[in-house]
């Protein structure tokens, strides 16, 4: 892992692969993990995007190889927002794609609404607008109580699909995420939960794909419905069998076949999304 320094002192770590034609400019695709989570959690994706693209992995501030902000510097979605814009900065990036995952997706949004002119298209996964409405408070005291691994032990259906994922995955997943400071998750994930932006979706003005877990448990699919009333130019699909994290579950079938489906660019990079709120429904792996 690479990392810099953001303009509060806090080390941020990334790690850029790219296997594109040396002699052509390779479009960024800047990826964002979920809370809890970290970069190596997109490892699956990076193989067959990275020979098209420049993919960029980045840890949030507190998760991976980033360091964890002193418990008394205030956390604020604004500041994890810059740290994207500063590492876009340190790279010579004017522009993006962007693909988010639950709370990487939430700082995709933010990118989209407030730093529009860096955004080329927006890809989101698991991802509603702001953690509001969900049951994610409720996670803290459990994880106080019982630690991060044995917590989301006890809720891992509620994470990945077990009938359809290798089993190493599932204990691969735990592990990680036991690498995480509990304290400090439990402040990113309540300041996610004081949020819902569905009134200011309008902002949102590049091309949008969002992915909804259709099993959803930790809100709900209902709360995916503001992209559709708001986003102009929006393409929405659902995953009818899917929990929350479906980047991690499905990375084969929505790196390459979501976001690349034909090797040659992001869904925006073949035309504008088609207009008037479109939503396809999905199983995994087929229509219906």
Known sequence: MDSFTASDGIRLGYCIDDFTDPWKEAPVLLLLHAAMGSARRYYAWVPPLSRNYRV??????????????????????????????????????????IVGNSAGGYLGQQMAMNHGERVRSLMLFGSTPGLKHS?????????????????LAETI??????????????????????KNDPAY?????????????????????CPTLVVVPGAEPIGSAANYEPFRQHVKDVEMR??????????????????????DPVGVGPLADRGR?????????????RSI
């Open 185 to 205: 998750i439990g402040r990113f994930v309540l300041l996610m939960a004081s949020y819902d932006w569905s009134d200011q979706l309008h902002r949102i003005h």
């Open 238 to 259: 659902v995953y009818e069998c899917a929990p929350h994290n479906i980047c991690d579950a499905f990375p084969r079938h929505l790196g390459v076949g979501v976001i």
């Open 135 to 151: 049951q994610a408070p409720s996670w803290i005291p459990q994880i106080q109580a019982k630690g991060m691994r044995a917590f």
């Open 56 to 97: 960029v992995r980045m840890d949030l501030r507190g998760h991976g190889s980033s360091q964890i902000p002193r418990a008394d510097r205030a956390l604020t979605l604004d500041r994890l927002v810059r740290d994207v814009t500063e590492l876009m900065d340190h790279l010579g990036c004017a522009d993006a794609h």
């Open 273 to 285: 999304l088609e207009r008037g709120r479109r939503s396809a429904s999905f199983v995994v792996g």
């Open 157 to 178: 259906a509620d994470r990945l699909p077990l009938d359809k994922v290798d089993p190493g995955l599932v204990e691969w997943f735990l592990d990680e995420a036991a």
